[in-house]
């Protein structure tokens, strides 16, 4: 069982990355392979526009940090993305991230039964902190959970720890943990 984490934090033990590293620890005690990317400690650019995804190879055209990380999504069981939400969304560097999956997709994607490029059978968790309470910012999740349905990620989790009111509430982040650890074991098997 091969799991890929995805940490959009720019703080390495900021309460997404706790989390997120929580379930990595958990899954490898169960038998997985993590491999766990910080996208603030990567060298990448965003979505260019190019389409050359679309209309000449299957893949993004861009050769840098994310190329490999892409990559391993592809061969991936389980994806993890984990990310605090900054003035209503994702951080910038999870979004800049998010915009180059769109390679993921297959040209006229939603006219298609297939849209995603990716295998079928994928697991997938999103995690998602933030300060404000548990009714601020729900749409972030719908959203992102969207597109890990587009994809083809058909057995999907959300976390969502709210109320954080420093850089790593303690409480808040250990109410948590069983939760995680619930999910981690349904995942890896």
């Given at each position: 069982m091969n799991v890929v984490t995805i940490l959009g934090s720019p703080r390495k033990k900021g309460s997404s990355s706790t989390l997120a590293k929580q379930f990595n620890e958990t899954a490898i005690a169960k038998g997985a392979t993590v491999k766990t990317y910080n996208l603030n400690t990567m060298d990448f650019r965003g979505c260019q526009g190019c389409m050359v995804c679309k209309t000449k190879q299957d893949e993004c055209v861009l050769?840098?940090?994310?190329?490999?990380?892409?990559?391993?999504?592809?061969?991936?069981?389980?994806?993890?993305?984990?990310s605090p939400i900054y003035y209503h969304s994702i951080t910038a560097q999870m979004?800049?991230?998010?915009?180059?999956?769109?390679?993921?997709?297959?040209?006229?994607?939603?006219?298609?039964?297939?849209?995603?490029?990716?295998?079928?059978?994928?697991?997938?968790?999103?995690?998602?902190?933030?300060?404000?309470?548990?009714?601020?910012?729900?749409?972030?999740?719908?959203?992102?959970?969207?597109?890990?349905?587009?994809?083809?990620?058909?057995?999907?989790?959300?976390i969502r720890a709210c109320g954080l009111e420093g850089h790593n509430d303690a409480d808040v982040i250990a109410a948590n943990f069983s939760q995680i650890e619930k999910v981690a074991e349904k995942f890896i098997k």
């Open positions: 050769k840098d940090d994310l190329t490999q990380v892409l990559k391993d999504i592809h061969e991936a069981d389980v994806l993890v993305v984990s979004k800049t991230f998010w915009d180059r999956t769109y390679s993921f997709l297959n040209p006229d994607f939603f006219n298609r039964t297939d849209p995603s490029r990716l295998p079928a059978g994928k697991k997938s968790l999103l995690i998602l902190t933030q300060a404000a309470p548990e009714s601020s910012h729900s749409k972030v999740a719908e959203e992102y959970n969207y597109f890990l349905n587009f994809y083809g990620f058909k057995e999907n989790e959300t």
